[in-house]
């Protein structure tokens, strides 16, 4: 069956701008969680919504990031302001249920800030 | 949550058993050992996971001694396929997170 999509798969934009990252989960996937991964790193974890509930945001950097999951099912990570700072690689993981040591994860995007 | 300490990197010959041991000392009594594989430009993989003894799956095996503050992830005759980063994560039975470290660039040689 389907994994977990991300688009864009590339994002490169101007520093000031705003992105919107989009993650689609495998279908019937009651967790979605967000990760950035520096070159080197392992992901580090962002946010975390249980069907539409964002129950953990603790990982955000900062009030420029926000994420949304509004139906419960596609889930959007907005940057606003970009900043050089930012650029990642950003990555979508889905899991069964909340407490599954099994999260797969998408191909991920790569976001540029210039 | 624990803090978890893997080697760098390892290399090994094509064909040989492959043990990456990870170190965590402070592993609470709910936490489990979770272990993810991850390939250059993919998301990381789940491996395998364990609360004690031995755990072996079609990829890998994990053993955990009776102490619980290492474990071992066991890779039999690995292939150039296998190069890859290798995670060791403590997890709580209760947690959703993953907490991942800088893991173990595994280089497989022909």
């Known amino acids: 069956g389907a994994g977990v999509s991300q688009s864009p798969r590339y994002k490169v934009t101007k520093r000031g701008q705003d992105v919107a990252l989009r993650c689609d989960p495998i279908s019937g996937h009651v967790s979605l969680y967000w990760y950035r991964q520096a070159l080197g790193q392992g992901p580090e974890f962002l946010t975390y919504?249980?069907?539409?509930?964002?129950?953990?945001k603790s990982g955000l950097p900062n009030d420029r990031f926000s994420a949304e999951r509004p139906e419960g099912s596609i889930s959007t990570l907005t940057i606003q302001r970009t900043e050089q700072r930012d650029s990642a690689m950003y990555r979508c993981?889905?899991?069964?249920?909340?407490?599954?040591?099994?999260?797969?994860f998408g191909p991920g995007t790569r976001l540029t800030v210039t | 949550l624990a803090k978890t300490t893997q080697p760098i990197s390892m290399d090994s010959y094509e064909g040989q058993e492959v043990n990456i041991t990870c170190s965590h000392n402070n592993i609470a009594t709910n936490d489990y050992i979770t272990w993810y594989q991850q390939f250059p430009s993919q998301g990381p993989r789940f491996i395998i996971q364990g609360y004690k003894t031995k755990v072996t799956n079609e990829v890998a095996s994990l053993f955990i001694p009776a102490d619980r503050k290492s474990s071992t992830l066991s890779l039999p005759r690995v292939s150039l396929s296998d190069t890859a980063v290798y995670y060791c994560?403590?997890?709580?039975?209760?947690?959703?997170?993953?907490?991942f470290g800088k893991g173990t660039k595994l280089s497989v040689i022909p």
């Open positions: 994560l403590v997890k709580g039975a209760g947690s959703y997170q993953l907490t």
């Open positions: 993981a889905s899991s069964l249920g909340t407490t599954s040591y099994e999260q797969y």
């Open positions: 919504f249980n069907y539409e509930a964002q129950q953990d």
